[in-house]
Nanobody, 122 residues
Framework: QVQLVESGGGLVQAGGSLRLSCAAS????????MGWYRQAPGKQRDLVAR???????VYADSAKGRFTFSRENAKNTWYLQMNSLKPEDTAVYYC????????????????WGKGTLVTVSS
């Protein structure tokens, strides 16, 4: 019953910018992990950016220097600011989170959004 909803995708010209948002809702006790992944046509889903269990930011090499991850913990929301977009960035972008919903135990469950399409033209 936890849901992740992405927004902010769309069409953009090479060199432009987009900001993706992900909002988690439902029976949330705590969010253990959060991040962004993407999947281009015919390819596997790959990491873009995420926060580790220790609170460290991790970026894919292709995203470093261009993309910025941020979050607002009180709102259960996180963002991906994408600048200097390239045609190679075209993909469906998915938000991800590992969320604890049960007060018994300290484990969480993986959740995925349905994806938002980013298309970069040249």
């Amino acid at each position: 019953q936890v849901q992740l909803v992405e927004s902010g995708g769309g069409l953009v010209q090479a060199g432009g910018s987009l900001r993706l948002s992900c909002a988690a809702s439902g029976s949330i006790l705590s969010i253990n992990l959060m991040g962004w992944y993407r999947q281009a046509p015919g390819k596997q889903r790959d990491l873009v950016a995420r926060v580790t269990s220790g609170g460290m930011l991790v970026y894919a090499d292709s995203a470093k220097g261009r993309f910025t991850f941020s979050r607002e913990n009180a709102k259960n929301t996180w963002y991906l600011q994408m600048n200097s977009l390239k045609p190679e960035d075209t993909a469906v972008y998915y938000c991800y989170s590992n969320i604890r919903t049960n007060p018994i135990g300290n484990y969480g469950v993986d959740y995925w959004g349905k994806g938002t399409l980013v298309t970069v033209s040249s």
